[in-house]
């Protein structure tokens, strides 16, 4: 396991929501950050057939390009009556506005009368040096799929989600409530445990 010793870190993102929460879960560890669209970076194609393959793509092409030690995260809702979808696909599905309403609603929709609303986050950091050198960390939040939407917090398909044991959703939740819980800070937990002490 190779250990991350810089003060900087590069988040490779577009996604400003996303970025923020990854800031925000790595700020006492972490003095400055950069994202993609700071430094004008280029989105790679997701061509991966997995999270890992597609968080690796992202981190080491923007670790490449910028000289900077990279994270990236891959993330999505993995619906089981959907046969997985949306999964990888998750932010396809909200088109090129990433508009997450009709994401949602084609869940909605595409689950139909289905009794199983089963359904899980999971999150795939890869952590990429510029000689191509990359760690993985992975989180995940089982659940079940709500309508209507519930909720303003957060983003993406959060309005959606209620986590198991809690009985309102992500978008309902406090930031500082989801950081506890969310798949994403079960990733960030492990790489702080294996990577960042």
């Not at 970076?41 to 968080?55: I, K």
């Not at 989180?139 to 209507?148: L, Q």
């Not at 959606?160 to 969310?182: L, V």
Request: hydrophobic share 40%; with cysteine; net charge negative.
């Amino acid at each position: 396991m190779r250990s991350f010793q810089s003060d900087e870190l590069l988040i490779a993102t577009h996604n400003k929501g996303k970025a923020k929460e990854i800031a925000a879960l790595l700020r006492q560890y972490v003095r400055k950050f950069y994202t993609s669209a700071d430094l004008g970076l280029p989105e790679p194609e997701e061509t991966g057939v997995t999270f890992a393959q597609n968080a690796k793509i992202k981190a080491l092409s923007a670790a490449r390009i910028s000289n900077k030690v990279a994270l990236s995260d891959d993330s999505g809702l993995v619906v089981n009556s959907l046969g997985g979808a949306p999964g990888i696909y998750s932010a396809r599905w909200a088109g090129e506005n990433r508009d997450f309403s009709k994401a949602m609603l084609k869940v909605h929709e595409s689950l139909a009368d289905s009794l199983d609303r089963s359904a899980y986050f999971v999150c795939v950091l890869a952590l990429g040096w510029p000689d191509g050198h990359t760690e993985f960390f992975e989180g995940r939040v089982d659940g079940t799929i709500v309508w209507p939407m519930r909720g303003n917090n957060g983003f993406g398909y959060d309005p959606i989600f209620q986590p198991d044991g809690y009985d309102i959703t992500f978008g309902e939740m406090s930031p500082e409530d989801k950081h506890k819980i969310s798949h994403r800070a079960v990733a960030f937990d492990r790489l702080v445990r294996e990577s960042l002490r």
